[in-house]
């Protein structure tokens, strides 16, 4: 399972985001597992796969599930796993400090994205308010979830998925709580019951990022259960002792949420629970193709993070859209009429594999999610999906 990243649109409607500090990239997040056919492909694609090799330490790829009641139903260390754990901050800064000087335009945000077409070529005007209208000959639009380009392909908006994502983190765990940090491992953790999920990721400064995953039919929940105006600290009784919600799991889980709570208010004091909806796409949704403009990651198949394929996806998409965008340019020269000719048939082609790539990716993530949440038995699921997965890799080895 991948972290969660955040969905709502304009939640800091006034926020323009700068570039990030050291410091604030050496904070504890969620961690991404890349894949050999799609993530590590476009690693090494980059050749950056050495760089990317030495930053996977602070998760190591062991899984633990266990029941609501903190009875550990499978662990392994490992050993057979394929897909090496890399925290969201230093996948971001490996990729931007390899990207040339001034390629990102930080404090900008996209308001609009309009289109037009003239003697036969077409251009996508970009609205990035105080800082002006820019004109491309190709915009593609890596926006995310709420992308201001997609509505230039289709109207098809993310739909509420049933699921609400809180998340808190335990610094220093070892030290401070052993025998938590011993429970949840060394790398992926997920205590599943009542519909609700208890998981971690180990991640930097020896942090346990805890995530809350409740299933409600209410998207506002945060606002209508009084969340959204109350911190981590605050929030825990009412998590921990509303049936609806956790009330019926075990002590130790309890603990391990409770404690997660108040070292959240205690490192950000003040600050507002982080609740959120997650948003989906439908599966195997498309667009008619139109010239200048395309969809990748997130903006063209957002999905819940059940199979761990968003930034899989997101970066198999970049690289072959890169590898079609050369081979026009290179087929073009310096003519954006002839770049534009060159480029349709084989974005169309790359639409086309995007398409089925994401609607396969796009139903085993729903398939997981109603094994993990649909019932009260997803702890018992998944650690048999865990066993079956083993057993077969191991009948594959020599």
């Not at 109207?155 to 049933?162: A, H």
Request: aromatic share 6%; glycine share 8%.
């Amino acid at each position: 399972m991948q972290a969660p990243s955040r969905v709502m649109p304009n939640r800091r409607k006034n926020e323009l985001r700068q570039k990030p500090t050291d410091e604030e990239l050496a904070q504890p997040v969620g961690m991404l597992d890349l894949h050999e056919e799609s993530g590590l492909a476009a690693i090494k694609r980059c050749g950056l796969y050495d760089q990317f090799a030495a930053l996977t330490g602070e998760c190591s790829e062991a899984d633990i599930v266990s029941d609501k009641d903190g009875n550990i139903l499978w662990a392994d260390q490992g050993e057979l796993s394929t897909r090496p754990e890399i925290s969201r901050n230093a996948l971001h800064k490996l990729l931007i400090d390899n990207l040339p000087a001034g390629t990102i335009k930080w404090g900008h945000k996209l308001l609009s994205a309009t289109s037009s077409n003239t003697a036969g070529r077409t251009e996508t005007e970009l609205d990035f308010g105080p800082h002006g209208k820019q004109t491309f000959d190709l915009a593609v639009g890596a926006d995310g979830t709420w992308s201001r380009v997609r509505p230039l392909l289709t109207d098809v908006r993310p739909q509420y998925s049933g699921m609400q994502n809180i998340n808190v983190t335990i610094r220093q765990i070892t030290n401070k709580y052993p025998e938590l940090a011993k429970l949840i491992g060394p790398g992926s953790f997920m205590a599943l019951g009542t519909k609700h999920g208890v998981m971690s990721h180990r991640t930097s400064q020896d942090s346990a990022r805890i995530y809350l995953m409740l299933t409600t039919g209410d998207q506002d929940f945060a606002k209508n259960s009084g969340l959204a105006n109350m911190t981590a600290a605050q929030a825990k009784d009412l998590i921990l002792n509303d049936d609806a919600l956790l009330g019926r799991w075990g002590a130790t889980l309890k603990e391990l949420v409770s404690i997660a709570c108040d070292e959240e208010s205690a490192a950000n004091p003040g600050a507002i629970i982080d609740v959120k909806p997650l948003c989906v796409l439908p599966p195997g949704r498309s667009w008619d193709h139109k010239p200048g403009v395309t969809l990748i990651g997130d903006a063209a198949h957002v999905m819940c993070p059940w199979a761990g394929e968003g930034v899989n996806l997101a970066l198999w998409d970049s690289l072959l859209l890169s590898e079609a965008i050369i081979k026009a340019y290179e087929a073009a020269g310096h003519n954006a009429t002839s770049f534009q000719i060159a480029l349709a048939p084989l974005i169309k082609e790359f639409e086309l594999d995007m398409w089925a790539r994401a609607k396969e990716k796009a139903e085993e993530t729903v398939s997981n999610g109603e094994m993990m949440f649909g019932g009260d038995d997803g702890a018992q699921a998944m650690a048999g999906l865990f066993r079956g997965a083993y057993q077969q890799i191991e009948e594959m080895q020599p």
